[in-house]
């Protein structure tokens, strides 16, 4: 009896554990609701179902959650990202409109190379602000956030810029041996960051800056560089998504593209067990973070209810996960951490305790 | 620490305060913009023109005043746009299902105060961060609003109406509304409270450095969990003045006003890291925006979109005022 105790709390002791348990949950409770949602099949040598659905629709929000568990390791927060995705998508939409001939492959690569340089350039002014003047990360962010959705519609000079471009289409709809296009590019970058920053030095140094800069640099690692590197890549990310976002529906709105992605990637980040203090990062419980967020607008969506309502199930799960990693909240009610007492209880009951 | 800090001013300049710098930085700003607004237009100068800004941002001013309480402790409350959504929300729809005017006014402002005390309970017994909390606040708020109804509804009640149209002014036809009065008592009381109450102080020092005032036998978590009570309270009341103002709930409105006000409150002069800023800054904050829409609406050849990429340069502009005079108190 002992011995089950003891592995049941070394599995719930692991990080990806509980995101991971939720994931599973709602999977089970969609496939009951609606017993065809696990089946995928091939049609056209392209995979179809729900659940490829749920992957390609959470392509952006993987790729702007990673930039922002680097940012938020550093101990900062990039507010900007939804911004920054409504100004890339802008910008390729634009250049893209503009062209005779809309699926000109070189015209189309020149359109994705100069929204993404822009949104890299806006990636070093959230730099400059928080690692040379010394910004507090979320007011100085909070500024593009507030001026690019400006700067946004400034370039769509407020309309609905609609292209018809099959290569940037594919960005966002395409397929590659069988997969969508769309969740392939998000694994490449989960990838190249994953290898940089765990295979070499630099995760652990993105580490000690979110966990002590100071410390940091006085042990001689230049953190404001670390600092600045990481809003340039949050800003590379979430352009990126933001072609995705546009390609998917084929036009740019300065107004609605990536509204609010922000809040579910820094929500994403949370969920995977990175602390928004700093320090530690976990790309893959951030991925399973997005995973859980997509997988939840679907399910809202297939459950016929209004996507603003989703809302309301997007508190509970927060507030839920949120207080399942809590400390404070597992020393009041878990008493797993102590060791001591054996746990009376499971450790699950205060789930949908707190409504807000 | 105001001691301190007095003695700091003294070093700079011997008759400025430093830390009223930033709020005089945006009073100057504010008469520049009023003076550049008169020589432009003619019918700038106009009483009513001033007038029309406190009635077209006087809930956002009672939003300001309750986010000022917040950013003062280094908190902030994410969930300030939606929770006047709701309260306008719930106040439309039991209008509708006919309840009487005064009961319906005190549940929609029972509503605001609860979510903030639930949230303030979350921030400060289970130690989650404040950004997280009040966006679950946030989101929980919004959805609520759809839950309610997906499309707004308007207000036919005689109380809400005659708010709404009531005009108090001078016989030379300058007016304001009834909202502009309750929102300079909501400022008066709040500036009272903040200057002169053991609350005030207590929201000072915790924003200055929580561990000295825990050190101090301050009620830091009284205090905590009364801040955000009081942001709900001040939203719930933003709610609805804004239903007064538009004579409908809509699930839709006040998107993005929680960043209008953070920006109002920082352009007034409050530092984000808490422990130092006025009630007065926010209004001056306030004013700025107002102005700054109503500049752009006389010039009528800009559009709506500068009005966000002026107010992006301006947060910039002043925090980097904030810097180089060098106010960092933690």
């Not at chain 1, 990360?137 to 690019?148: K, Q, S």
Request: aromatic share 8%; net charge positive.
């Amino acid at each position: 009896m002992n011995d089950v105790l003891g592995r049941y709390r070394a599995l719930t002791g692991q990080r990806l554990f509980w995101p991971a348990a939720v994931l599973v949950v709602m999977l089970a409770a969609n496939t009951i609701y609606r017993p065809g949602f696990l089946s995928v099949e091939v049609k056209d040598g392209h995979l179809y179902g729900t659940l490829i659905d749920i992957l390609r629709l959470s392509a952006p929000l993987i790729l702007v959650a990673l930039g922002m568990t680097v940012v938020i390791s550093t101990g900062g927060i990039d507010l900007s990202v939804g911004s920054v995705c409504a100004i890339s998508g802008a910008v390729a939409c634009v250049y893209i409109s503009q062209q005779p001939d809309q699926n000109n492959l070189p015209a189309v690569l020149t359109a994705l190379a100069m929204a993404l340089g822009i949104a890299l350039v806006l990636g070093a002014w959230n730099g400059v602000l928080v690692a040379v003047i010394g910004i507090q990360p979320i007011i100085a962010t909070l500024i593009l956030m507030v001026a690019g959705r400006g700067l946004a519609q400034l370039i769509t000079e407020g309309q609905i810029v609609t292209i018809n471009s099959g290569p940037y289409r594919a960005i966002g709809l395409g397929h590659v041996l069988t997969l969508p296009l769309a969740i392939l590019i998000a694994l490449v970058a989960a990838l190249l960051v994953a290898a940089f920053t765990r295979r070499t030095a630099l995760g652990m140094i993105i580490e000690s800056v979110g966990g002590n800069a100071e410390a940091s640099r006085l042990a001689g690692i230049r953190s404001g560089r670390v600092v600045f590197l990481a809003y340039v890549l949050s800003a590379g990310c979430a352009a990126i998504a933001g072609f995705m976002m546009t390609a998917n529906v084929s036009s740019a709105d300065g107004n609605a593209a990536g509204l609010w992605v922000e809040l579910d990637a820094i929500l994403a980040v949370v969920i995977g067990g990175t602390s928004l203090a700093g320090g530690r990062f976990f790309l893959s419980g951030t991925i399973l973070g997005a995973l859980i967020i997509q997988t939840l607008t679907t399910t809202v969506y297939a459950m016929d209810i209004s996507p603003q309502t989703s809302l309301l199930f997007k508190a509970v799960v927060v507030i839920a996960v949120c207080l399942i990693q809590a400390p404070a909240f597992r020393a009041r009610f878990g008493r797993r951490r102590s060791g001591a007492p054996p746990p009376s209880t499971v450790p699950d009951q205060p789930k949908a305790q707190v409504p807000a | 620490m105001t001691t301190g800090s007095l003695t700091a001013g003294r070093r700079w300049t011997a008759r400025l305060p430093r830390r009223h710098v930033p709020v005089l930085a945006t009073l100057v700003l504010l008469l520049v913009m009023y003076a550049i607004g008169v020589s432009q237009y003619r019918a700038f100068s106009n009483v009513q023109v001033i007038f029309n800004v406190f009635i077209d941002n006087g809930f956002l001013l009672v939003v300001a005043v309750g986010m000022t309480f917040v950013i003062l402790t280094g908190g902030i409350d994410l969930s300030v746009g939606s929770v006047v959504a709701m309260t306008a929300m719930v106040s439309a729809a039991l209008l509708q299902n006919g309840l009487p005017a005064a009961l319906v006014l005190v549940i929609a402002l029972l509503i605001g105060p609860t979510l903030g005390l639930l949230m303030g309970c979350a921030i400060h017994f289970f130690e989650i961060q404040p950004f997280i909390v009040t966006l679950a606040g946030m989101f929980f708020a919004r959805g609520m609003c759809t839950f309610i109804s997906g499309s707004s509804i308007p207000i036919t009640d005689g109380f809400w109406t005659s708010m709404s149209q009531e005009r108090i002014g001078n016989p030379r036809g300058n007016f304001v509304s009834i909202s502009v009065l309750i929102a300079f008592a909501v400022v008066a009381v709040a500036a009272y409270t903040l200057a002169y109450t053991r609350l005030g102080r207590n929201v000072y020092a915790i924003g200055g450095n929580p561990q000295s005032a825990l050190l101090m036998g301050l009620p830091v978590g009284r205090t905590r969990i009364a801040v955000y009570t009081i942001s709900g309270l001040c939203s719930a009341i933003g709610g609805i003045l804004l239903s007064f103002y538009t004579l409908s709930g809509a699930p839709l409105i006040g998107i993005g006003m929680e960043l209008d006000v953070i920006a109002a409150v920082v352009i007034g002069g409050t530092v984000l890291t808490g422990g130092s800023g006025y009630v007065f800054g926010a209004v001056l904050g306030v004013l700025v925006l107002g102005v700054i829409q109503t500049l752009i609406t006389f010039d009528g050849s800009l559009n709506s979109w500068w009005t966000k990429i002026v107010i992006g340069g301006l947060l910039f502009a002043f925090i980097l005022l904030q810097r180089l005079i060098g106010i960092r108190y933690k």
